[in-house]
């Protein structure tokens, strides 16, 4: 299938972006997604990897990623998949990306960039980590185990305490603010997945139906 990217001017509402390799999507991605969605009044933009510098290259190429997010999406509104950082050359930078989408919607258009508790505490390790709020705001998806200690260490600094507010602000602030969204426990990981189609077990079940009906057709991960 095609590879799309976001059009300038596309969205009227707050746009949420949600990076990963997606390798392969699963149920706590979309519910990720569809938690911010419902919590801003937003539409969201899932965006693959295609090389991420913390992490092992994905298994699973881009095309079928990409795929594999249609699918999971689909049942869905307000979700959008989009292909830029598979189109663009060099590590999947975050920065290059929200910078590549302010571009697209303006300057005061809200964009917010989603991301769990664990990476918000190590955001300082991200390429140009500072220039993320002057592009976007932050949304951190905290789970109840989530350490409420680390964060606010974390906002201490990078000298961003004066920043934190509600997700209502976030929707009528372009960028540079920062706000939380708790989510439900959950256990789901791409690894395990990975590693159980590998071992050819039993597909667990937060994997989408129409992505393992994908995964077993295209024999990927085995």
């Not at 004066?162 to 989510?183: H, M, V």
Request: net charge neutral; glycine share 4%; hydrophobic share 45%.
């Amino acid at each position: 299938m095609p590879l799309e990217t976001l059009g300038s001017g596309h969205f009227e509402k707050p746009l949420v972006v949600l990076g990963g390799t997606f390798d392969p999507v699963h149920r706590t991605h979309i519910a990720l997604a569809c938690a911010a969605r419902d919590a801003l009044g937003a539409e969201v933009c899932l965006i693959p990897n295609a090389d991420p510098p913390h992490r092992a290259r994905p298994l699973a190429d881009a095309a079928h990623r990409m795929a594999m997010l249609q699918l999971a999406i689909a049942p869905h509104a307000n979700l959008r998949v989009d292909a830029r950082e598979l189109q663009r050359s060099g590590p999947s930078y975050m920065v290059d990306t929200l910078d590549s989408l302010r571009a697209d919607v303006g300057p005061h258009r809200s964009l917010s960039l989603l991301l769990g508790s664990d990476a918000f505490a190590g955001i300082t390790q991200w390429h140009q980590s500072s220039r993320l709020v002057d592009l976007a705001n932050l949304l951190v998806a905290i789970r109840p185990a989530a350490d409420a200690a680390a964060i606010e260490n974390t906002l201490q600094r990078c000298h961003w305490s004066q920043r934190w507010a509600t997700t209502a602000e976030l929707t009528n602030c372009a960028c540079g603010r920062i706000a939380s969204l708790s989510l439900p426990p959950s256990s789901d990981s791409s690894t395990d997945l990975r590693a159980a189609l590998g071992a050819c077990r039993a597909i667990p079940a937060s994997m989408i139906a129409e992505v393992a009906a994908y995964i077993a057709k295209h024999r990927l991960y085995q």
